[in-house]
């Protein structure tokens, strides 16, 4: 079991930069995959990227492809998602999310962050 606090978002203009952090608690965290999730108005959550427990493999949307990157510091039980480029339609409620399986996969997470606003002005 893990609780997650997510952090960093705020109102970017277009091109710009912004970086979100998850705050993880729980003996295991270095064992789960990990994610980032959104959900704009009107619209399904949608997955945005995932990080297995090393650090070693991702997988991304490929909306965001090129532009975001997800990391992990287990010492720091943290997990964050530099987000550049940054376009109106990233305009989002970000979330964090864990998946006690080894697979890196954008579906069956089991734990979710509150989610925090990401607003990217034209």
């Known amino acids: 079991q893990v609780q997650l606090v997510e952090s960093g978002g705020g109102l970017v203009q277009a091109g710009g930069s912004l970086r979100l952090s998850c705050a993880a608690s729980?003996?295991?965290?270095?064992?789960?995959?990990m994610g980032w999730f959104r959900q704009a108005p009107g619209k399904e959550r949608e997955f945005v990227a995932g990080i297995n427990w090393s650090g070693g493999s991702t997988n991304y949307a490929n909306s965001v492809k090129g532009r975001f990157t997800i990391s992990r510091d287990n010492a720091k039980n943290m997990v964050y998602l530099q987000m550049n480029s940054l376009k109106p339609e990233d305009t989002a409620v970000y979330y964090c999310?864990?998946?006690?399986?080894?697979?890196?996969?954008?579906?069956?997470?089991?734990?979710w962050g509150q989610g925090t606003q990401v607003t990217v002005s034209s």
């Open positions: 729980g003996r295991t965290f270095s064992r789960y995959t």
């Open positions: 999310a864990a998946d006690d399986a080894v697979v890196v996969l954008p579906y069956g997470y089991n734990y």
